[in-house]
């Protein structure tokens, strides 16, 4: 009965007195009125938009108050008032009148008849997102075509007969081999198939372990094994992954041809492009790859270079598509990729390759990027992490729960682009043995891993507090999940550290700490990489006395006490560090500089950190930094270009290092806040996630709460 | 047919016929071996083990269409009950809801970027939300109404970020660009309304389905088909490329699918469930194309062996006719819609 009555209602027969709204009958005392026979819907009376227009007129005549339009309604009046120009007035004279009629009557009738309109224009002017059971279902309308077409039909079966005739002259391969490259294509993908083989490491909604999403999320540091050999299977699988074709950039780079592969991005990146952006688009990519004498200029034939000449006449999208084409095929296709798919990169590649079939769980994700993009010391503790992460996944119980549902998938992609842009910053051979030898040193015990950070920045008694401190802070899983309040705190931390990455030694220790006290957490991530830059950095005692002194303001503002207390204990240890080499000093030198910039900037905004490190609670320590480059600008230009310095003094310490036998690549030196800069563009959408942080878990569930 | 045809008309449609005869001739010609004889090698594919891992419920009229985001993760359905609904198919949790203007939705499009749906339906209109951005009530902003078809929206599909394709009632193919929201595009496609567009994997041609039982492959630059494609003795309700890009598969209303192959330009292989009771709504190819899955009025999506030309099953749950299907990118999941109000995740 109720549903029957609720149809009528939104059928406009009847309405309820009190509540103009909404259109549903509920099962209280509340009053209905039948509407009146006039705006029954069978009388079929169409609503008129003149009707419509004396209506909400006559309602803005009246008291605001009572009768004061909707937002929507006002929306339609301004609408209607400018359709319906030339009637207007007549509108605004009918509608007068209308209220001068009303005047007349009697109160009640008055409310009556006020409701009742009011109901009725309710039920054929519904706001908007409300469905109107009025609307007709205009499956009917298909009819009218029939006629349409009939007329037509002289022209159309010209056009077909001259299809036709065109496709007569087609020339068709011979089905057999149609058929054969097609079982070929079958067969060659099958195993890349989920749903013929298992999917490794498993299948997502099996086990409920996301590894899967993050191992094959767009953009990796180490690409599952299985992907790397997908790529060798043709052009056009490498360059649909994004990570493929960063490899593949980064080894043309090294073989100075990389400005094909440039080219054709820059094409596809104008085809995607906005209409207005188009001039200027074509002409860069002209002045840069195409004009006589251009800076990457690429080798196209005469031909080609012709018809980009006269497409240039008339910029479009499509300009340079023959161009496009002629590298693609002839240049990379034929050239580059073969040569790719052969060569030592890709070979140690797909060495490197996570197999996901492994019991052992390499994260594709955070921390092994990060670690592998700085040092090799953290490896160990991807073994370690395994027994923990367990832990911390129960224990982050829904929090983690609920990252995996919204996040994960953003936050890797976060992290990924970091890692891209690494890769393309790095001189490439180092990235390279860097990955090349991970899963194995990985299995070597924490000792092995510790020496090569030694080696690394040559200090040839490493302090044993700084390996020992790496491998336990390094227990804690940390992009797993957080409880709040806590990391929250790390974060400001974090924050504190990444800017002033000469803390970091000290972080190190902090997080030890927090390990102790419970501790958990993303900033190892971070500390991760710091603890790699720092441990290269530590070469004179007075030096690090300088940089307490210089640091531990900053961490008072951001009130993490344990930081400091933990960073007093940890610097003796490092003290006794042996100083390194003159290169490690003038490295110093310019950290310093950059030290001591950031701390008065941390000093002077001390606001910001706070925002910052609200923002930063999620758990994926790279967001902390976005949001700081989000929500400040300013500062992620000025942190850029210290951090740029300084690593490049960095960069030519590590080259030597790499070279000595056996040794790790040393780490390198992560330019921070410009990934994030990057990352921000990558992926808009994951951002914005990240962005929000604070809020989202609230709105996610808003949304469900809404359903 | 007109009931009295001028001569004119007459003498075309001869002319057609002729042209056709000669066409299957022709196809005949390099049809030199018979699709089971070439297939006949291949091994025995392992046994697909699909069950349904996530039954997504939230619609509450029937569900008309369901297509993948590029992320192979998140997925958009839409349904009369005016409401589009972007689902986590992983947890099966709904990310958004979106209220429509008009309930009569028919198709829906997640871009491949994920930043955009689309959708669109006997409101004549295509229009396109952002995902990432909310209006004043919350729900996604609408981007663009994208108006001016003179029939209904049967299918649309992005391009990318700023293009989109839509197939219409009208038998008119329109391409529109979502920043100025102008038409680039608008050419009359079929003889019939378009029924569904699939886009080749590298993005450069595409290929439409439509009542008049044909299919035709276009590029995307063209306002001409490059081929059109015969066979189907109906309503060709649904089309996918092969992940290949010189084949597709069809799903009709005359109750049996198909494989044409592009460069042999003809249908090479037919495939029809064991009792041919129903028409088909839907179809989809796994990722290396081995299977083939296709929604059907029988409440099943039936599973064939693409090589062996076997039928190899049927997914049973769905308890209304299924309505639309889409596969991830990645292969790793399979998820229909159906008029029983449900999505269903398979995987």
Redesign the interface.
Known sequence: ALNLANQLCQYGYFFPVSDTKNLTVKDDSSLYRFQSPYYWPWQNRPPDNVEYAIYLAKRTLRNKQRHGLEDYELEALGNLRKNLANKWDFITMQAEEQVKLAKVLKKGDKIVSDSQERAYWRVHRPP??M?SSL?Q???P??CR?GSR??KR??E??????E???N??L?T????????????Q??????E??????N?QPS????SED?T??QL?SPLVEIPTEKRVRRWALSM?ELV?DPTGIQEFTNYLRKEYSHENIRFWMAVNDLR?S??SQIQRKVSEIFEEFLAPGAPCEINIDGKTMEKVHQEMKSPSR?TFDAAQEHVYTLLLKKDCYPRFVRSEHYKSLLAAGIQPSQKKRFFGFGPTKKKASTSSAPNPSLLQQQAPQGTMVSCGGALAKRR???RS?SGSAHELAIAGVRDTRVPHSHSQSNLSDIPYRAEVNDEYGGTDPESACRVKKPSVAVVASVSTSEDVCPWESAPEPRSRKNSSQLDSCSSSSDISAAVTEVSDRFRRTCGITQQNTLDGDRRGQSSRKLSTASFVEQRRASVSVPIRHTDIRPAVSSFEESSPAIVTAPVSPAVASDTDNKTEEFTSTKTFKKSSSLTKTCSVTGANAPIISVSSVTDDTVTDPNEQKEEDEPEASCSQPLAPLAEPDAESPGSEIPPEPEPSPDPEAKSNDVC??ED?ETCKVDAPFVK?Y???G?? | MPPKADPETLQLRKELEELYQKLQEDQKKVADVTFESACSGVADAPKMRLVTRKLMKGHINKVNSVHYSGDSRHCVSGSLDGKLIIWDTYTGNKVQVIPLRSAWVMSVAFAPSGNFVACGGMDNMCTVYDVNNRDTSGAAKMVRELAGYEGFLSSCRFLEDKKILTGSGDMKICMWDLESGRKTEDFPAHNGDVVAISLSPDGNTYVTGSVDKTCRLWDIREQSPKQTFFGHESDVNSVCFHPGGQAFVTGSEDKSARLFDIRSDQQVALYQPPNKTSGFTSCGLTLSGRYLLCGSDDNNVHIWDTLKNQHSGVLSGHENRVTSLTVAQNGLAVVTSSWDQHVRVWG
């Open positions: 908007p997102g469905v609307e279902c205009p499956v309308t298909r075509n077409v009939r039909t002289i159309d079966c010209k056009r077909e007969v299809l036709l005739k496709s007569l087609r068709r391969v011979k089905v057999s081999q149609a058929l054969e490259s097609m079982v294509h079958v067969e060659t993908y099958a890349y198939d989920p749903l013929i083989v999917t299948n997502p909604w099996v996301i899967y999403w094959n056009e649909s995607r906005s209409q499509f995996g549902s919204d998938l808009p959408w914005e996610t808003a949304t469900l809404y359903l």
